[in-house]
Structures are given as structure tokens and as C-alpha cells.
């Protein structure tokens, strides 16, 4: 049952970008791998000229902190090491976005399709 609350958060999700974003379901694999092993792997990419641009992952809304914690950080080392420019983690009805330049890492807000990254930091 855990794994149908997830792919409800999902779908809320992907309708979210293309409502609210912009991106077009063209733009947009579901659990998709993005390199050549089990690590580059995410439960959403958004491709931006044939490159992942966005990354997320999904968790339950009971999920534990440590849960969480764990997820992002997984999240975050993912986008580090493929150079993906945005992470989404998403808990629930509730998502953070982070910003991720070389090393340095920010809290931000989702970009719409075709945003400028100026705009978004």
C-alpha cells in the first residue's frame, strides 16, 4: 500500500508540472535511469536537450526523518555526480527543491519550462 500512496504522490506531481510548469509529457520519464548504472536512477527526470535538468524522488508522507534525511542526500549526491541542475524531493503532498551548482547546494524553487537559471536562484 506504501508503493500506491507513492505513485499517487507521483502522478500529483507530474500533473503539477505540467499544469503549473509548463513541461510537456514529452519532457518528463517515470522512474527513469539517466547514466549507465543502479545509482543513476530517479522516480522522475525531466529532460532539458537530451540531459536530465531535474531530478526527483518520492516519499511516503509517513515516512521517518531519518527516511527523509537519507533520501535527500542520496538525492542531492545523484545530481552532484551526473551534473543534474535540480533535485525535488518529494514527501507527501509537500516537495523541496534544491538548486545544486558544482558542489554548492540551495534551496529553490522549480523552474518553469525554458526558465532562465538566473530567475530561479
Given at each position: ?7 499517487g504522490?507521483?502522478?500529483?506531481f ?5 499544469e ?6 514529452e519532457?518528463?520519464t ?13 522516480g522522475m ?6 540531459a536530465?535538468?531535474?531530478?526527483a ?5 509517513s ?5 527523509t534525511?537519507k ?16 533535485a ?6 509537500k ?6 551548482d558544482?558542489?554548492t ?17
Amino acid at each position: 500500500s506504501e508503493q500506491k500512496e507513492i505513485e499517487g504522490i507521483k502522478s500529483r506531481f507530474l500533473i503539477e508540472l505540467l499544469e503549473k510548469y509548463g513541461y510537456q509529457t514529452e519532457d518528463i520519464t517515470l522512474d527513469a535511469g539517466f547514466g549507465l548504472g543502479v545509482f543513476d536512477f530517479a522516480g522522475m527526470v525531466v529532460w532539458q536537450k537530451g540531459a536530465p535538468y531535474l531530478i526527483a524522488d518520492f516519499l511516503s508522507k509517513s515516512a521517518s526523518k531519518e527516511q527523509t534525511q537519507k533520501f535527500k542526500k542520496r538525492l542531492i549526491d545523484k545530481a552532484k555526480t551526473f551534473d543534474v541542475k535540480f533535485a525535488v524531493l518529494v514527501k507527501g503532498n509537500k516537495h523541496r527543491a534544491f538548486f545544486i551548482d558544482g558542489q554548492t547546494v540551495s534551496s529553490a524553487k522549480i523552474p518553469a519550462k525554458g526558465a532562465s537559471n538566473d530567475l530561479i536562484k
